[in-house]
């Protein structure tokens, strides 16, 4: 495990997947990260890359061959180096191999730095692809945050609220999680409330909303923090049924459509990097 701390916060994670485990502010106590209970869904933050959700049929056609993938790729069940470390960051890295190749026929290293910035935790990917061609990827994040946050309040007292003004409806998700081919009204205004009820049929999947941050809040606490997802097309929230936390989860990427061709390179959210090119993306966390 590793760690990094600062006057107000301090985090762990664990090197298999480069996974943030814990973030706790160190005045109160709070732990903000769920606790991985196997009993409902035994992961506290994957990082999902190569792709993001479940491509149809766990397979994917490059260049007229097929490959295998399952949910999320594999970045989040592999162990990665540590390879910078300062005072207020850590950096961990995951480079192609033969194992990866069987899967993914792109040479590549992906980058994960967390930094430490007040009472703030930014969260940076880097992909660089060292193959010879273009190389086709999604990556995102998946963060699960305990709720309630506070012993003296319940899950149903908190919200989401946006930035902006939305009206954006939910993707259903099938139950070979792909994406439906319509959305369905969600969404009307800023405020989303926070019931167990709403991910009893899988997350919550949003495309190209206006706002790029939203906050976890509630009126029974001044604890709770914003969420900032800037350059991320795309949004997802999901809790396990009847569990205790709630993933805030921003894509560069999503599902395979129940009507995908299953090509890859004309995948919806895929991103194209040439040769030796790198993508980077961020997300934040900022406490109240």
């Known amino acids: 495990m ?23 502010e160190k005045t109160s106590g709070t732990e903000y990260i769920w606790d991985g ?36 790729g594999f970045a989040r069940d592999m162990v990665f180096e540590v390879s910078e470390r300062k005072n207020s960051s850590i950096t961990f890295s995951l480079k192609s191999s033969k194992e990866t190749l069987e899967k993914f026929p792109f040479e590549f290293e992906l980058q994960i730095e967390y930094r430490l910035e007040e009472k703030s935790l930014l969260v940076s990917y880097k992909v660089v692809n060292t193959s010879n061609e273009a190389m086709y990827f999604s990556i995102g994040g998946h963060p699960a945050f305990k709720l309630p946050i ?20 939910r993707w259903p998700i099938s139950n070979e999680g792909l994406i439906d ?24 999947v949003f495309k190209h909303l206006q706002s790029t941050s939203l906050k976890l809040k509630s009126d029974k606490t001044k604890e709770g923090f914003q969420f900032e997802f800037k350059e991320f097309p795309y949004l997802g929230i999901w809790a396990a ?31 194209k990097l040439a040769s030796n090119e790198s993508f980077e993306r961020n997300w934040s966390i900022s406490l109240f």
């Open 241 to 271: 049924k009847n569990a205790n936390f709630i993933c805030i989860e921003p894509w560069c990427g999503i599902a395979d459509n129940i009507d995908s061709t299953q090509i890859f390179t004309e995948k919806e959210g895929i991103n």
């Open 150 to 169: 506070t012993v003296d309040t319940e899950y149903n007292d908190y919200y989401i609220e946006f930035e902006k003004e939305e009206t954006a409806g």
């Open 181 to 204: 081919a319509a959305s369905i009204p969600l969404l009307n205004g800023k405020k989303l409330p926070l019931t167990k009820a709403l991910f009893q049929k899988d997350a919550l």
């Open 37 to 72: 209970n196997p009993a409902f869904w035994a992961k506290h933050s994957p990082i999902l890359f190569p792709i993001v959700g479940a491509l149809k049929d766990e397979t994917y056609l490059y260049k007229g061959t097929k490959y295998k993938l399952g949910r999320h």
């Open 2 to 24: 590793e760690f990094l701390e600062n006057d107000f916060i301090k985090i762990s994670i664990h090197p298999k997947g480069a996974e943030l485990t814990n973030f706790i």
